[in-house]
């Protein structure tokens, strides 16, 4: 047995100062009942609990960790930023050096504003596009997470093209009924509710690759038809790119299925682990942000030197030009992902489990479930009792994953052959104790 003896005396004292013992939900392993290893320090692809557990991580810190953790590169330049100061809440040039670096792999991004967190940076889009349209509704697919603000923490109302109803205590009603849900890839609930209220919308917000109900594409099309219809009424398409974006592919979902959204949220990736995002889009619409324009919007911290080193750093190992006749940074982390769901997906048929497993570039994920998995409700039907028993038996083998089957996993490039090989024979054992249930 895994000896967490130091972790739970530490999660015992954290339940008292902090509500459920952590400072984001998920981390309280609430959901497959365990208690969490508190995390001592990262290296590579592992990372270490103050009991002295080693784990091959899968999580990377919920994505940002592309390049694996305390790489040598983003280290040093963090050292040597430290030296000239920790924050100055005023412009430097490596905003704009990072700005650049995001609109050469985004050019959608014609101007971006630097955040600090996911949230911030939908939550600043949406008031960007209220604000640009004139118009006051917003739609939303159910199960795709854009953040805690209160105007998407709302949840389907009685039909399934409906007005939402607050998912959270202190979201008011008003809030929520601005706020229009429907399942996710579902094309005549989205043509349904754009022929109803379409010219009352000020945008669409999707995570064009779900990572918040587990790893779930779209379907081929889907994203195209959100395009389509947004632009006949006039309403802003905002890719939510969170975490898709440098995955799905190293220019993320946009480049992947080529399609031009009017503004776009970036984040994990671009600060290298440290608290950074961004939101931008087309040059007309980003004018009208504060100070160029009436939308206000501001943040302190936001442009952070540190954080901006980081992602700058984080940026330039991944965008590098690949040695001759070797394929790029992204392409090798899609070849490493799909070599070990493949490695899974041999060891569930061996153990005669049935999974849907999933992969857009280097997020995957799979699901214990006969039949594919399209959206949220097809997620909330896979067999939750089985992802426990196969989460518990992969973290007892030294495998890190999300203690969630509606979480999404991520590859670095820090991972090597040999660790995704011992993962695969983990995940056998894994499955062969979910198969005995």
Same mark, same amino acid.
């Given at each position: 047995m895994l000896n967490l003896s130091k972790s739970l005396e530490a999660f015992n004292e954290a339940k008292t100062l902090m509500p459920g013992g952590v400072n984001s939900p998920v981390r309280s392993y609430r959901s497959v009942d365990c208690n969490p290893p508190f995390i001592a320090r990262a290296e590579g692809d592992k990372i270490y609990d103050i009991d002295g557990n080693e784990y091959i991580d899968y999580v990377g810190s919920w994505g940002p960790m592309v390049v694996g953790h305390a790489h040598p590169q983003v280290v040093k330049a963090l050292q040597e930023a430290a030296t000239r100061g920790t924050s100055y809440g005023a412009p430097t040039v490596i905003?704009?050096?990072?700005?650049?670096?995001?609109?050469s792999v985004y050019p959608s991004m014609e101007m971006l504003r630097m955040v600090n967190s996911g949230t911030e940076s939908t939550m600043s889009a949406l008031r960007l596009a209220r604000g640009y349209t004139g118009r006051e509704k917003i739609l939303k697919f159910i199960g795709c997470y854009h953040g805690h603000s209160d105007s998407l923490l709302v949840s389907a109302g009685s039909g399934m093209a409906?007005?939402?109803?607050?998912?959270?205590?202190?979201?008011? /009603?008003? *809030?929520?009924?601005?706020?229009i849900t429907i399942p996710y890839n579902d094309e005549e609930a989205f043509k349904e509710i754009m022929d109803k209220c379409g010219d009352e919308i000020a945008a669409v917000i999707v995570e064009p690759v779900a990572g918040n109900m587990g790893c779930i594409p779209p379907k081929q099309g889907y994203?195209?038809?959100?395009? /389509?219809? *947004?632009?006949e009424h006039g309403t802003l398409l905002i890719f939510d790119e969170v975490m898709c974006g440098f995955r799905a592919s190293l220019g993320g979902a946009q480049a992947a299925y080529g399609i031009v959204p009017d503004l776009t949220c970036l984040g994990k990736i671009i600060g290298g682990g440290l608290p950074v995002a961004a939101y931008?889009?087309?040059?007309?619409?980003?004018?009208?942000v504060s100070p160029s324009g009436p939308v206000y919007q501001a943040g302190t911290l936001s442009g952070n030197p540190l954080a901006m080193t980081a992602g700058l750093e984080t940026l330039k190992i991944i965008t590098a030009e690949p040695e001759a006749g070797e394929p790029d940074y992204s392409r090798k982390l899609t070849l490493k992902t799909k070599k070990l769901l493949l490695g899974w997906q041999e060891k569930a048929r061996e153990a005669g489990v049935s999974i849907q497993a999933h992969q857009a570039g280097s997020m995957f994920g799979i699901f214990f479930s006969e039949k594919e998995v399209y959206d949220y409700a097809d997620a909330e039907a896979a067999d939750q009792e089985a992802f426990k028993v196969w989460f518990k038996a992969m973290l007892e083998q030294g495998i890190y994953l999300a203690p969630s089957q509606f979480e999404t996993l991520f590859m670095s490039g820090a991972h090597s052959e040999e660790d995704i090989d011992r993962t695969i024979e983990a995940a056998g054992r894994a499955f062969a104790a979910v198969a005995a249930l």
């Amino acid at each position: 047995m895994l000896n967490l003896s130091k972790s739970l005396e530490a999660f015992n004292e954290a339940k008292t100062l902090m509500p459920g013992g952590v400072n984001s939900p998920v981390r309280s392993y609430r959901s497959v009942d365990c208690n969490p290893p508190f995390i001592a320090r990262a290296e590579g692809d592992k990372i270490y609990d103050i009991d002295g557990n080693e784990y091959i991580d899968y999580v990377g810190s919920w994505g940002p960790m592309v390049v694996g953790h305390a790489h040598p590169q983003v280290v040093k330049a963090l050292q040597e930023a430290a030296t000239r100061g920790t924050s100055y809440g005023a412009p430097t040039v490596i905003e704009s050096e990072l700005a650049k670096l995001v609109q050469s792999v985004y050019p959608s991004m014609e101007m971006l504003r630097m955040v600090n967190s996911g949230t911030e940076s939908t939550m600043s889009a949406l008031r960007l596009a209220r604000g640009y349209t004139g118009r006051e509704k917003i739609l939303k697919f159910i199960g795709c997470y854009h953040g805690h603000s209160d105007s998407l923490l709302v949840s389907a109302g009685s039909g399934m093209a409906t007005f939402g109803v607050p998912s959270s205590p202190g979201v008011t /009603k008003g *809030t929520a009924a601005d706020t229009i849900t429907i399942p996710y890839n579902d094309e005549e609930a989205f043509k349904e509710i754009m022929d109803k209220c379409g010219d009352e919308i000020a945008a669409v917000i999707v995570e064009p690759v779900a990572g918040n109900m587990g790893c779930i594409p779209p379907k081929q099309g889907y994203l195209r038809l959100l395009r /389509k219809l *947004t632009e006949e009424h006039g309403t802003l398409l905002i890719f939510d790119e969170v975490m898709c974006g440098f995955r799905a592919s190293l220019g993320g979902a946009q480049a992947a299925y080529g399609i031009v959204p009017d503004l776009t949220c970036l984040g994990k990736i671009i600060g290298g682990g440290l608290p950074v995002a961004a939101y931008g889009g087309k040059r007309e619409i980003m004018s009208k942000v504060s100070p160029s324009g009436p939308v206000y919007q501001a943040g302190t911290l936001s442009g952070n030197p540190l954080a901006m080193t980081a992602g700058l750093e984080t940026l330039k190992i991944i965008t590098a030009e690949p040695e001759a006749g070797e394929p790029d940074y992204s392409r090798k982390l899609t070849l490493k992902t799909k070599k070990l769901l493949l490695g899974w997906q041999e060891k569930a048929r061996e153990a005669g489990v049935s999974i849907q497993a999933h992969q857009a570039g280097s997020m995957f994920g799979i699901f214990f479930s006969e039949k594919e998995v399209y959206d949220y409700a097809d997620a909330e039907a896979a067999d939750q009792e089985a992802f426990k028993v196969w989460f518990k038996a992969m973290l007892e083998q030294g495998i890190y994953l999300a203690p969630s089957q509606f979480e999404t996993l991520f590859m670095s490039g820090a991972h090597s052959e040999e660790d995704i090989d011992r993962t695969i024979e983990a995940a056998g054992r894994a499955f062969a104790a979910v198969a005995a249930l």
